[in-house]
């Protein structure tokens, strides 16, 4: 009988403190803190990850040394790092945040998990009324909340174009039940759906303003410094509206949205490297190439511009 009590009070103590919703993400320890193993679905690319995860496409593409533009279907798994980006250490609602669990693989100190989530000891033993100092194997432990956009399943639109009679003979909408006045023969309320309208808006969209857009999430883990920008000769023109630049923070080879603050023009630039150390950049924020000048309407040598960049 005691060898039964003895096996329940065990399975008791691996149990978590807090229940686990259905949504919640398994984290486990890297060299860099948190991270989330992930196995790519067909047609699935650093960009679409990175803003489901809420990661910079920079930062997923380098921390697993892939492409931007391959399908990461045939990669069987990937590692999503966790970062001041997408880790919060409260539920938002806004940004779909879920909860992060950690499963001890072998016995750890609450300390070092911690750290890992940017919080007190004390913190994470509040969060799972749990205040032990260890953790044994297998005890599972809430450590914070990631930002997660969900894949939701849309229900059909429903057809507005059917209209029904109100009580005083006038047809209304289905859809908005405002009155309509309907012809004769025929009725066809034009609907302009949600999903129609974003198309649409990404149709016009440049080249750069689509990768920049992609890169930073919708400028969710964008950072904006203000400076001044220098112009670099360049021999030709742009053919796809991106120009060059030279940025001591940003990636090689990201995008940068570069604002000329007294004429409110913008472009958008590829990062070729750090600024070089001459002369040219002295006390410059960024260097652009010299076709950007007449798109920003620049017309002295400098310009103070807004640079907004992922890091």
Avoid at 162 to 176: C, I, P, R, T
Avoid at 253 to 262: E, F, M, T
Wanted: aromatic letters at 12%; proline letters at 5%; glycine letters at 6%.
């Amino acid at each position: 009988m005691m060898r039964f009590v003895f096996a329940f009070l065990a399975a008791c103590w691996m149990l978590p403190a807090v229940a686990q919703p259905a949504d919640s993400v398994f984290v486990q320890q890297g060299k860099s803190g948190w991270q989330i193993a992930y196995s790519p679905k067909k047609g699935e690319t650093v960009f679409s990850i990175a803003r489901r995860f809420h990661v910079p496409p920079a930062v997923l593409s380098d921390f697993n040394k892939l492409s931007y533009g391959q399908d990461l279907g045939a990669v069987a798994k990937i590692q999503i790092p966790v970062g001041a980006y997408n880790f919060k250490t409260a539920a938002n609602a806004a940004y779909g945040a879920r909860p992060i669990y950690f499963r001890a693989p072998k016995k750890v100190y609450l300390g070092e998990l911690a750290g890992n989530s940017f919080v007190s000891t004390r913190q994470l033993q509040q969060w799972n009324e749990y205040y032990e100092t260890e953790a044994p194997k297998g005890k599972t432990l809430l450590v914070g909340w990631l930002l997660y956009n969900a894949e939701l399943t849309k229900a059909p639109v429903k057809d507005t174009n059917l209209v029904k009679k109100s009580k005083s003979g006038m047809a209304v909408s289905e859809e908005s039940s405002f009155p309509v006045r309907k012809k004769p023969t025929e009725t066809i309320l034009a609907v302009i759906r949600p999903d129609s309208m974003k198309a649409a808006a990404e149709q016009e969209k440049s080249l750069g303003e689509s990768l920049y857009a992609a890169q930073s999430n919708d400028d969710l883990n964008s950072v904006t410094d203000k400076g001044t920008a220098v112009f670099f000769k360049r021999a030709g023109q742009t053919s796809n509206g991106i120009y060059f630049a030279f940025h001591n923070t940003a990636k090689r080879g990201s995008i940068l949205r570069v604002r000329n603050i007294g004429t409110g023009k913008t472009v958008y630039a590829r990062v070729l490297g750090p600024l070089p150390k001459t002369a040219l950049y002295y006390n410059a924020q960024v260097g652009l190439s010299s076709d950007a000048r007449a798109a920003l309407e620049v017309m002295d040598e400098k310009a103070w511009c807004e640079i907004s960049y992922t890091p």
